[in-house]
């Protein structure tokens, strides 16, 4: 169903230059097409968010636009770009596609909850929650069951357990798979494990995992949210990871669906050379 949008929200990386004089060029031909630019304290399910930067910029705002259920529209300033897929270059087709044609489909991407049970401390994540060793400590041993269901045991330098959003991020790289956004699941990959089968593990969110962390004579290792340090620990500590029952809606048109950008972005089925087939 097509949303009738009364307003907007701008959110930039105010580290980039370039997108100082994006906003206010927005801000421009938003007011022309009748939307009101509005704070994102303001705003509502009625509401376009566009995100001016990279994917990480999309990341650190995400937990402040879920709270005013606006509709995200990344515009990439950055590398990649699965989360703000868009160039700025093409922003008057898209305010045509999203304003006038009503050319696009909402996409909800879910997020995870993190409880530690030792200090019942919640961490809300949208892409991954990750356990990393110290530079200088030993390799970790880490517990997992799935609904109360003990899984194993693995030596490793870390573990990541990542949304579908997050599976093109850090778990990609540790050799994860790519997971369709739509598919409410949480992706296990040990990262380094001294064993030939700890192989990466894909489960439906609707379980719930239990994660016990030892590490080896009290050295430290890190709890990383979202690529953000939350904690650090000499002790074992035992983390509970569920579906968080949240969603950050995004909009996207037929040009920018998901599997068109893992072919254009990641060279997904390229033969003759990267970016070489057209789709």
């Known amino acids: 169903m097509m949303i009738r949008f009364k307003n907007a929200v701008i959110v930039r990386n105010e580290k980039n230059e370039k997108t100082v004089n994006a906003f206010y060029k927005l801000k421009v031909k938003l007011e022309k097409k009748g939307l009101k630019v509005i704070s994102l304290r303001n705003a509502d399910s009625k509401t376009l968010a566009f995100v001016l930067g990279g994917d990480g910029t ?8 879920y709270e005013h259920e606006v509709n995200v529209v990344g515009v990439n300033f950055g590398h990649l770009g699965f989360l703000s897929p868009y160039e700025f270059s093409e922003m008057d087709d898209i305010l045509h596609d999203l304003l006038v044609e009503g050319n696009y489909k909402t996409v909800q991407r879910n997020f995870l909850e993190v409880r530690n049970l030792s200090t019942k401390e919640i961490e ?7 356990v990393q060793r110290g530079v200088r400590s030993h390799m970790l041993k880490v517990m997992v069951s799935v609904d109360e269901k003990r899984m194993g045991q693995v030596l490793c330098d870390g573990m990541i357990f990542s949304t579908s959003t997050g599976s093109t991020a850090y778990n990609l790289s540790a050799g994860g798979s790519v997971i369709d956004p739509l598919a409410k699941v949480i992706s296990i990959v040990p990262m380094m494990a001294h064993a030939f089968s700890s192989w990466p593990v894909i489960v439906s969110s609707e379980r719930k995992i239990h994660v016990s962390v030892q590490p080896r004579e009290k050295e430290r290792y890190f709890c990383i949210a979202d690529g953000e340090k939350i904690e650090e620990f000499k002790e074992v500590q035992e983390f509970e990871i569920t579906d968080a029952k949240k969603d950050l809606k995004f909009i996207c048109t037929k040009e920018r669906d998901f599997f068109r950008l893992i072919h254009r972005k990641l060279g997904w089925g390229v033969h003759n050379g990267f970016g070489a087939n057209k789709l």
């Open 58 to 65: 999309v990341l650190r705002a995400s937990k402040k636009l």
């Open 124 to 130: 809300l994540v949208f892409n991954d929650f990750v």
